[in-house]
């Protein structure tokens, strides 16, 4: 079974900047869309960011366009989410979502494995 492992998460100021990775084990995310979703307090989980198997195709949600961007490097098995000009409305638990198909999805519901999450934490 494929894991995937978020790590970059913490605190930071309204302004900032974090770098969020997502690594795999078990199958190389090498063939496969992945995507980044979070989850603030109270509320359900958002779609953030995605990206097709090569790189080449991503898409953003509205909140976070201009502000992140998402990219891979397939041969180290790691999907990265540059994330600029942060704001306290980004405070939510980032994870990482890995499907079995080669192009984007922006629904929760086509992705297979998931991490167990990194918090962010935007201070104003």
């Known amino acids: 079974q494929a894991l995937v492992i978020e790590s970059g998460g913490g605190l930071v100021q309204a302004g900032g900047s974090l770098r969020l990775s997502c690594t795999a084990s078990?199958?190389?995310?090498?063939?496969?869309?992945m995507a980044w979703f979070r989850q603030a307090p109270g509320k359900g989980r958002e779609f953030v960011a995605t990206?097709?198997?090569?790189?080449?195709?991503?898409g953003y949600a509205d909140s976070v366009k201009g502000r992140f961007t998402i990219s891979r490097d397939n041969a180290k098995n790691t999907m990265y989410l540059q994330m600029n000009n942060l704001e306290p409305e980004d405070t939510a638990i980032y994870y990482c979502?890995?499907?079995?198909?080669?192009?984007?999805?922006?629904?929760?519901?086509?992705?297979?494995?998931w991490g167990q999450g990194t918090q962010v934490t935007v201070s104003s």
């Open positions: 979502a890995r499907r079995q198909n080669l192009d984007i999805s922006y629904s929760g519901n086509g992705y297979d494995d």
């Open positions: 078990g199958r190389a995310l090498g063939t496969r869309a």
């Open positions: 990206i097709n198997w090569s790189g080449g195709t991503t």
